[in-house]
């Protein structure tokens, strides 16, 4: 039996482990000291044995023993005094951050969102005082912040998940002998001059007459993507309808073999599905896929059109499709088409109609 002295309770192998961890790598000298306190007293090693041993007190070794038994290693942690009292609990904090992010109407407040002031003003008016400055710091400690409100939209397309699938599909592997065209137009874009530079003199630069009125009409940016080449077409258009597409669809049939298969990604717009569409696709050797209604796919060839506005600058310049090149590896270029020609100039190539 155990001598009738003060002992820390029978620990178990697992809290044995932690407080030999914690006599060694605790942050704080004060939990080492602790832990090694409990371990002696598990060898039945009296306080004041132990406190001769550590050069400690025999009452706090005593202390020691007593807070854990009672509330185990939440003791171990040194409870830091010195400075003002918290005037704001735990407690004070969780409703600080309920309030922020409920709407001040739906508490009677005539307004639709808080700031730091009125939500202080309002806290005050509840028993909390705070101020505006020590309101943000509260908030970004519980890691709310003021954010812009978001909009979210889910497809009701009943075919989603099927339409979903095949164009993931198809931009993780290129399908044997065939390539992933993804398509879509921005616009209406207009015509807009852009100053240049020149030498003059001081203060004196020439002046460009502003576009307040532009009679010049709009544009529309059409572009396709070869998904797995990285490869960008792009066209201006001057309106958009089917027969526009079914042209620029056309010109990228021609810069590839007809033997591949175009697997032509597009979205829902009514002219992007015209009768004309469908029936030259079935000849074509293209397959039409359709995206999902009010898509929530990523959609590369939109990104391109960010990114490389090169090349719509370029496009401006060029009366004719030609060839853009690449950023990254080879690919298929577009073949000249001469004016005013019903044939493709390329004799490489298969013979097909030119576009209308």
Request: with cysteine; hydrophobic share 35%.
């Amino acid at each position: 039996m155990r001598p009738p002295s003060v002992f820390v309770r029978t620990l178990a192998p697992v809290e044995g482990q932690r407080l030999k961890r914690l006599s060694k790598r605790a942050k704080h000298a004060s939990t080492r000291q602790r832990a090694m306190i409990l371990l002696a007293s598990q060898t039945l090693m009296s306080p004041p044995e132990i406190a001769r041993m550590l050069l400690s007190d025999e009452s706090h070794v005593r202390k020691v023993i007593h807070d854990f038994n009672e509330r185990g290693f939440d003791s171990l942690r040194p409870r830091f005094g010195g400075g003002r009292p918290r005037r704001i609990s735990s407690d004070d904090e969780q409703r600080i951050v309920a309030l922020a992010g409920a709407r001040p109407d739906s508490l009677g407040v005539p307004f639709t969102r808080w700031s730091l002031a009125k939500l202080s003003r309002y806290l005050r008016g509840q028993g909390i005082a705070i101020s505006p400055a020590q309101l943000g710091r509260v908030l970004k400690r519980a890691g709310v912040s003021f954010q812009r409100t978001r909009s979210w939209k889910q497809s009701p397309d009943p075919e989603y998940e099927a339409k979903a699938k095949r164009i993931l599909a198809l931009y993780r592997e290129r399908p044997p002998n065939g390539v992933v065209i993804s398509f879509d137009e921005k616009g209406p874009e207009s015509l807009c001059p852009t100053q240049g530079r020149g030498w003059a003199r001081r203060g004196r630069p020439e002046r460009l007459r502003a576009t307040d009125n532009r009679r010049h009409g709009v544009r529309y940016l059409v572009a396709a993507l070869d998904v797995h080449a990285d490869y960008l077409r792009a066209r201006l258009r001057p309106r958009r309808d089917g027969a526009s597409t079914l042209v620029f669809m056309k010109q990228i049939r021609l810069a590839y073999p007809r033997r591949l298969r175009l697997y032509w990604i597009q979205d829902n717009l009514s002219c992007h599905w015209t009768p004309a569409i469908r029936e030259w696709a079935a000849v074509s050797n293209v397959e039409l896929v359709p995206n999902p209604h009010l898509r929530q796919l990523p959609q590369p060839d939109r990104e391109s059109l960010r990114r490389d506005r090169r090349v719509r600058l370029r496009q401006r310049r060029l009366p004719r499709l030609g060839r853009l090149r690449p950023r990254h590896g080879p690919a298929h270029p577009l073949p000249q088409l001469a004016r005013g020609s019903s044939r493709a100039q390329d004799p490489s190539r298969e013979a097909t109609p030119a576009p209308n």
